[in-house]
């Protein structure tokens, strides 16, 4: 599969982006992969997006360790490592962290369109939210895309702790600026209590977003 990898730096961490072109696909690539059997029956498509995700994920772990594919899905770090991985359209992007029990959750979405934002709001924000999403300036869609996007690297952060799915309501939207998005839990999670705020840094890149929430533990939980 044709890639191109680049680096870019996000809350000063260096994200790791691989853009990928999926006509140039082959199942033989994936045996680069130690658990390509696992992915025997899934579709081409999965399969492209996978096979990204752990190329940007061997090139963020610099000594090119695969993660493996845990009971659920998600990948599985080596030993004092946190990591996460997202891929969107024809680009996978991953962030590691050097501590073990660290919350670490990457996220990449295409911006929605205006009418598209408005017809699925109510499934990702709540009557709490809106008003702050519309006090930003921001167009809507934006807003709401970055609120989802920001929620999925919540979930992914906490998952490895959680162990099971979160809904977009066990986390509320508070503060959203020019470079960052705060999400406060609506209910105790994994040892957070309800309130727990956490900080989310965002950037733009062409018609997607990508969020990233980097929290190591050592820091004090916070309240909004």
Not at 48 to 54: F, K
Request: hydrophobic share 40%.
């Amino acid at each position: 599969m044709h890639i191109t990898h680049r680096t870019f730096i996000l809350a000063g961490h260096t994200i790791h982006r691989v853009t990928f072109d999926p006509t140039t696909f082959a199942d033989a690539d994936l045996l680069w992969l130690p658990h390509h059997t696992e992915l025997s029956n899934a579709g081409r498509k999965r399969k492209a997006e996978h096979l990204a995700g752990r190329i940007a994920a061997a090139h963020a772990l610099n000594d090119r360790t695969i993660p493996d594919i845990g009971p659920s899905g998600e990948p599985l770090w080596p030993e004092g490592v946190s990591g996460s991985i997202t891929h969107s359209g024809t680009q996978a992007m991953a962030a590691v962290t050097r501590e073990q029990r660290a919350l670490i959750g990457i996220d990449c979405e295409t911006i929605l369109s205006e009418n598209e934002a408005r017809e699925i709001k109510d499934g990702i924000i709540d009557v709490q939210e809106e008003p702050v999403l519309l006090s930003t300036g921001s167009p809507f869609a934006l807003a709401l895309t970055l609120t989802f996007s920001a929620k999925e690297s919540l979930f992914k952060a906490l998952f490895p702790q959680v162990q099971s799915y979160m809904g977009f309501d066990s986390a509320r939207v508070t503060v959203l600026d020019a470079k960052t998005l705060t999400l406060a839990l609506t209910r105790s999670i994994a040892g957070y209590g309800e309130g727990t705020a956490f900080i989310l840094h965002w950037q733009r890149l062409g018609d997607q977003v990508i969020t990233l929430l980097s929290r190591s533990p050592a820091d004090g939980p916070s309240r909004w």
